[in-house]
């Protein structure tokens, strides 16, 4: 059995908190049922188990190297890799006509979740071609469609995202890729460099297929002269025949050259290569769309991958959390606080109420993690089959919720690590256990997909005021009405209500006022602190996480009286509300603050 992460509470997250089964109404996924999807799910923790799970840290010791102009990555990749695509992990949410499953996101993220809790590594490589392949399936012609990603699908040829650039990080109206047309109507020649390309080279695959952004010469200055397009590695011949095209065949260089491979303190199993474009003025790349629209397409994929890298972060949260759990219930170490007698044999340290908290802390960090999440894919699916109100309330729920399902977890789950590590004291910091690994694996979340501080200025200047600020109305309705079915349920549960009802307040009042510094014009003053802002709003989602999952094991406990899960969840709720929900009170009155000190602060006087 899988120790990296729990059945049950996914389980419970998929069937009793969100009836992922009430899916199965609409036409898209109709052939889908509960056994359809636990079938999916136990095939996912067989493959992270059996292939993923035991190169965990092998994979971290034998990082991948750059030999001969080419990326070496750890041996195991191959054959993982090739299982993914054959087993069809890379297209299953497409549709049957792509040789998909037409499976929910919801599922595809939880099998992604199981994946990346047993070796995030190795689980990055087929999730980085589905992105780059659905950006091709969504924007692109269908020669290009029909040339990439079948080959994208079966594993044999990897997808990234090609964004940054050395002097162009977060800012990506700086990006200077260039791409001058040729002849041939929809390619271009590509000339650039991209850094930090997330299985932008290796050996695991036969070819790379970068979506790479550049600018087209004579094009509009900033972000409006970005165009998106297609730069494989390796190009087919001009006159590859159909067939060998199909069958991977008749390659050529494409003049796409690996400079170098990153050395990271954690995620090593998979490579971040320094790419070069058109050295010797041979790159071709095949546009994406129409010109000048490529960060709009992209912005699919990033949204997306904004998703991914929050349950990333649960995903290593809750395996470490595992690991520091196990070693607490082995680990003999001092006696209750009362006892004096020496004689009298050890306490297991999960005895001790200091670890417990340490437990709590993970426990409710990673699980009110892991259950927004999951929400946003359930989100995504009705925002793709439903129609009306219901698919604008999914597709403004998910966008507003977006930066805090990115940066709640990515933040927090650096804090839970650092917690797991603490449970094991001393050995934690060794390599002989595998938190260490964990909390260096966890701090590349809070950066790579959008810096927090870039996810703080989204929600706060973008995703709060959209249409008005509908969404921001869509939330205070879905979280009002778990306030009334708590209240309904029972004295725990109506204690926390009444807890996030004036939470709900807080967040009325402070948002007030930060748009009204926008109002007065002090578009600084009201900025400065989004990063704050981002944090404050996301304690409150997840304490309405919390709530919801207190409201079902609540009712499920009159049915199960003695059920410990349930009661877990009712503790952990509790200790939610009262260890980190607090926390609001602080940043709400640095947020009404009149003072706006890191705005004023000079540059000279550091």
């Given at each position: 059995m899988a120790q990296f992460y729990s059945k049950r509470d996914l389980h419970f997250n998929l069937y009793e908190l969100l009836h992922v089964e009430q899916l199965s109404q609409y036409a898209y996924f109709q052939d889908h049922n509960r056994e359809s999807f636990d079938m999916i799910l136990d095939a996912?923790?067989?493959?992270?188990?059996?292939?993923?799970?035991?190169?965990?840290?092998?994979m971290d010791r034998h990082e991948p190297q750059l030999v001969d102009g080419k990326i070496r990555v750890h041996e195991g990749m191959r054959p993982i890799v090739k299982r993914f695509g054959e087993d069809g992990w890379v297209n299953a949410p497409f549709g049957y006509e792509e040789g998909g499953q037409q499976l929910p996101a919801v599922v595809h993220n939880a099998a992604a979740f199981i994946f990346?809790?047993?070796?995030?590594?190795?689980?990055?490589?087929?999730?980085?071609t589905t992105g780059a392949a659905n950006l091709i399936r969504s924007f692109g012609t269908q020669d290009l469609i029909d040339t990439y990603t079948p080959l994208m699908y079966n594993g044999r040829w990897q997808g990234t995202m090609a964004l940054t650039e050395p002097d162009a990080g977060s800012s990506l109206s700086d990006i200077t890729t260039a791409a001058e047309p040729t002849d041939q109507e929809g390619v271009y020649k590509i000339k650039g460099q991209k850094i930090y390309i997330s299985c932008g080279d290796h050996d695991a695959c036969e070819n790379v297929v970068h979506l790479l952004l550049a600018k087209i010469k004579g094009g509009p200055a900033g972000t409006k002269g970005i165009s998106l397009f297609v730069v494989p590695q390796k190009r087919f011949e001009q006159n590859a025949e159909k067939g060998k095209k199909e069958q991977g065949e008749g390659l050529m260089s494409n003049d796409v050259s690996t400079a170098g491979v990153y050395h990271k303190m954690g995620y090593k199993g998979a490579p971040i290569a320094h790419l070069m474009f058109g050295s010797n003025?041979?790159?071709?790349?095949?546009?994406?769309?129409?010109?000048?629209?490529?960060?709009?397409?992209?912005?699919?994929?990033?949204?997306?991958?904004?998703?991914?890298?929050?349950?990333?972060?649960?995903a290593i949260g809750t395996a470490a959390y595992y690991a520091s759990l196990r070693y607490a219930k082995e680990r003999p170490q001092g006696r209750p606080i009362a006892e004096k007698d020496p004689s009298k044999p050890q306490s297991l340290i999960i005895r001790h109420a200091d670890v417990k908290r340490m437990l709590l802390f993970q426990k409710a960090v990673v699980e009110g993690s892991l259950s927004l999440l999951l929400q946003c894919g359930l989100w995504?699916?009705?925002?793709?089959v439903a129609e009306g109100e219901a698919k604008e309330r999914a597709e403004m729920l998910l966008d507003l919720l977006t930066p805090i399902a990115k940066s709640y977890p990515s933040e927090m789950c650096l804090q839970t690590t650092s917690a797991a590590v603490q449970i094991l004291g001393g050995a934690g910091y060794t390599t002989d256990f595998p938190v260490e690994q964990y909390y260096r694996e966890a701090r590349i979340h809070p950066i790579h997909e959008g810096t927090t501080g870039i996810h703080g200025l989204d929600l706060l200047g973008r995703k709060i005021t959209l249409k008005g600020g509908k969404g921001v109305q869509y939330l205070t309705e879905e979280i009002l009405q778990t306030i009334r079915e708590a209240k309904n349920i029972g004295e725990e549960t109506a204690t926390l209500a009444?807890?996030?009802?004036?939470?709900?307040?807080?967040?009325?009042?402070?948002?007030g006022h930060l748009l009204g510094l926008a109002a007065k014009g002090e578009i600084e003053n009201y900025l400065s602190d989004a990063t704050l802002y981002l944090e404050f709003l996301g304690v409150?989602?997840?304490?309405?996480?919390?709530?919801k999952q207190a409201n079902i094991a609540s009712t499920s406990l009159s049915n199960h009286?003695?059920?410990?899960f349930y009661k877990g969840k009712i503790a952990t709720a509790t200790y939610f509300f009262e260890y980190e929900l607090v926390k609001i009170t602080s940043l709400s009155r640095r947020l009404l603050s009149q003072?706006?000190?890191?705005?004023?602060?000079?540059?000279?006087?550091?």
């Open positions: 996912a923790e067989q493959i992270a188990d059996k292939m993923l799970h035991p190169l965990l840290t092998e990346q809790s047993s070796n995030y590594s190795a689980s990055v490589y087929p999730f980085l003025d041979d790159c071709l790349g095949y546009l994406v769309g129409e010109p000048h629209k490529g960060l709009s397409y992209m912005f699919q994929m990033m949204n997306e991958a904004r998703v991914g890298v929050g349950m990333n972060a649960a995504a699916d009705i925002a793709h009444a807890q996030l009802e004036e939470a709900l307040q807080r967040v009325q009042k402070v948002t409150v989602v997840i304490a309405w996480q919390w709530l009286p003695e059920d410990s003072n706006h000190v890191t705005v004023e602060m000079s540059p000279d006087w550091f």
